[in-house]
């Protein structure tokens, strides 16, 4: 199999991690429209967050299952045939939305975000592991985080375009809820194209020979187990985030802007993290120093100039936006290309950022909630790579466990929601600020059990 086969199917499959990103931050958009929609509090808003994400558990655990009885399914339907069902069952929980939203019925949304969430965790198992093979394997956390980058572009166009679509171009004064059919009418169908495309498009074949093994043998190691509570802390606190953005700008004391407006910001937490992986997938990469400096600046650039061209937020507020974009790009520096260092440095910095917005005000508060977006960046594709390191014939069991720690952001942002409901909003994003505390343990911890030369 040559490179370019191989730089062809990357880029194939960089439309899958483009198109999950963008559909995952419209529920950002969602939470709001359908707790205004139906006079929610926090906690009912946040099952919109649990249903989705807690699919992934869900899917996930009836794959490992299974795999532990019948030998992982992959291998028998294939990479590529994995991907179309994923596709398939991903367009279905689109078109879902329009009966929820003909009928005006609460439950009918989750179910048809349950159903995408399915979709997706078929995608996300086939795709993470497809990525890394398609390659050295000592690039591979390089190329997951260049994946990556491209899934945080589609979380970065999704609060402009698709909050665009929802509250002004479909929206109708009076109609509530229907602003939502065409939008997810138009993500399935993009999603059923795309299973014809993949359907007949030519993608190489591997297969895993490693032997699957009864038992929770994985969990003996300490980069695992410690590893699947460092993601269940991660995607927790990042989609927690994410959720409450909004509702955060909107509070009188931080910024008071309106949902329609408050999205515009939104852009600036997930394109963060799409600055971010872009200069991880360098960071980690086998360039030299003087080549990586510059194309990671020159990323940063472009990226940023990407975000504020969609935002359409003045320059002049946007300036400590850049100040922390500095930040980043000099712990990178100091995290001189080490996963379990450089992921420990942006955990501390992340937990200080969040504990900046719980305390403070105004739009330095605002911005600081924000920039958490740029040190999250990194953080799943190194927890991942450190925590399979060494895992041999359990590493297909490892994997499994990991995606089941999506559960996180299924469960973190319903917790925040109800301490929410009960201490205010700005209180309770406490609960990321533990979550970071975690993951700077875990990555400080983790060279105690070799894992800190993973690339």
Request: net charge positive.
């Amino acid at each position: 199999m040559t490179q370019k086969n191989h730089n062809a199917s990357l880029f194939v499959l960089t439309i899958l991690f483009f198109l999950w990103g963008f559909l995952t931050c419209m529920n950002d958009i969602l939470i709001p429209y359908l707790k205004e929609l139906f006079v929610l509090k926090y906690w009912q808003a946040m099952l919109i967050q649990f249903c989705f994400f807690g699919a992934y558990f869900i899917g996930s655990l009836v794959y490992f299952l299974v795999s532990l009885k019948r030998g992982d399914p992959i291998n028998s339907i294939g990479y590529k045939n994995g991907i179309v069902i994923g596709l398939v069952v991903s367009g279905l929980g689109c078109f879902m939305f329009y009966p929820a939203a003909q009928f005006k019925v609460y439950g009918l949304f989750l179910s048809a975000l349950f159903i995408l969430g399915l979709g997706f965790t078929l995608l996300q198992i086939v795709a993470n592991p497809y990525v890394s093979i398609l390659g050295k394997p000592e690039t591979a956390s390089s190329r997951l985080n260049m994946s990556q980058a491209f899934n945080s572009l589609g979380t970065t166009i999704a609060p402009i375009f698709g909050g665009y679509l929802i509250y002004e171009f479909f929206f109708v004064e009076g109609s509530e809820g229907e602003s939502t059919k065409v939008p997810y009418l138009i993500f399935g169908a993009i999603f059923m194209l795309l299973a014809l495309v993949f359907r007949f498009v030519e993608l190489p074949k591997f297969q895993n020979k490693d032997a699957i093994v009864k038992g929770m043998g994985a969990l003996r190691f300490p980069n695992l187990s410690l590893g699947t509570i460092a993601i269940f802390t991660y995607v927790g606190a990042e989609v927690a985030i994410g959720s409450f953005l909004i509702n955060f700008i909107g509070l009188e004391h931080i910024m008071g802007l309106d949902e329609a407006v408050g999205k515009n910001f939104l852009a600036y937490y997930w394109g963060g993290t799409m600055i971010g992986r872009f200069s991880g997938a360098l960071s980690l990469s086998s360039l030299d120093k003087a080549k990586k400096h510059t194309l990671m600046a020159v990323l940063t650039v472009l990226s940023f100039a990407l975000i504020y061209a969609i935002s359409g937020v003045a320059f002049r507020t946007v300036m400590p936006y850049m100040a922390i974009i500095g930040l980043n790009f000099l712990v990178f520096l100091i995290g001189k290309s080490i996963p379990s260092r450089t992921l420990a440095l942006f955990a501390m910095v992340s937990a200080g950022l969040v504990l900046f917005a719980i305390t403070g005000l105004g739009s330095m508060a605002m911005w600081a909630l924000i920039g958490v977006g740029i040190f999250n960046s990194i953080m799943w594709s190194n927890i991942f790579t450190i925590a399979i390191k060494g895992l041999g014939k359990y590493t297909s069991q490892g994997s499994s466990l990991l995606v089941m720690a999506i559960l996180g952001a299924a469960l973190v942002p319903l917790f925040q929601g109800i301490l929410a409901d009960t201490i205010g909003l700005q209180s309770s994003f406490v609960v990321p600020f533990v979550c970071y505390l975690y993951i700077v343990f875990y990555g400080f911890y983790s060279p105690k059990f070799g894992a800190s030369e993973v690339e």
